[in-house]
């Protein structure tokens, strides 16, 4: 206690501020003022990531699905044949009728070729 009977803290150097706090430490009322001045600018700065990022997603996302439209269209319009298979795909009543016309899709969008090498790395041979 000093003079006046009030108490004030003090440091192991024996510093001491007016408001009796001791010099070099935070107190709660700094540390509160601190978190309140920089809360905005890192919610603004998290929120302003986060809608980069999701921005960016939905852009990569459209392109790709305005790619996949344009490349099926261009496909669908050079060739009829190919829709015209799918439609009997989905509409064969029988496994064997289902099977041949897979089979003639195969052939048609050339995902038979594989079938023709006989080596390849995916399988023993």
């Known amino acids: 206690m000093d003079k006046s009977g009030s108490k004030q803290a003090t440091t192991t150097l024996g510093m001491r501020r007016s408001s009796g706090k001791p010099v070099g430490k935070f107190d709660r009322e700094s540390l509160r003022g601190m978190q309140w001045v920089l809360r905005w600018p890192i919610i603004c700065g998290v929120t302003f990531y ?25 496909r669908d319009l050079t060739s009829g044949s190919r829709r015209e298979l799918k439609m009997r795909l989905e509409n064969a009543r029988t496994y064997d009728e289902w099977r041949a016309v897979a089979k003639e899709l195969d ?13 390849s790395s995916l399988y023993d041979h």
């Open 107 to 119: 052939r048609y969008m050339g995902a038979h070729e594989w079938k023709a090498a006989p080596e």
């Open 50 to 74: 986060f809608g980069c990022l999701l921005t960016f997603y939905f852009l990569v996302r459209t392109l790709v699905l305005v790619a996949a439209i344009s490349f099926d269209l261009s």
